[in-house]
């Protein structure tokens, strides 16, 4: 199955946007092919405002989140691989969803993202569990 997160991420961006509200996205900044304003990043992350009104040309793609932004005054383009999107959230009622780390994804899905062999089917265990 494809990954999850990119499919999540628009819902979510959508319904935070209907509910007029802004939303804002947290950057794991230190994954390879972040490009963000560096002067911004604080302890290896970074929170963009991708509200309708502080971004241009917005494109979540299943591999990627791509945008123009102005930073302290000066454009930006954004780009950010989606396996750096760690959260997006409403900024005033902070609703909204945290994604898995890493190592929470099943085999089958790290060897979608990194480009591994193939994945062992004893890696591939069931991750559901009884709450």
Known sequence: ????????????????????????????????????????????????????????DLVIDDQYVMCGGRFGGKHFELYVPMLAVLAIYAKDTRKGMVFPDEENLTAAERHTHEGDSAPNPRDDKPSLRLV
């Open 1 to 56: 199955m494809k990954p999850q997160r990119p499919y999540l991420l628009r819902a979510l961006y959508e319904w935070i946007v209907d509910c007029d509200q802004i939303p804002y996205v947290l950057v794991d900044a230190t994954v390879a092919g972040v490009q963000v304003p560096q002067e911004h990043i604080k302890d290896g992350q970074i929170v963009l405002n991708m509200g309708p009104n502080a971004v241009q």
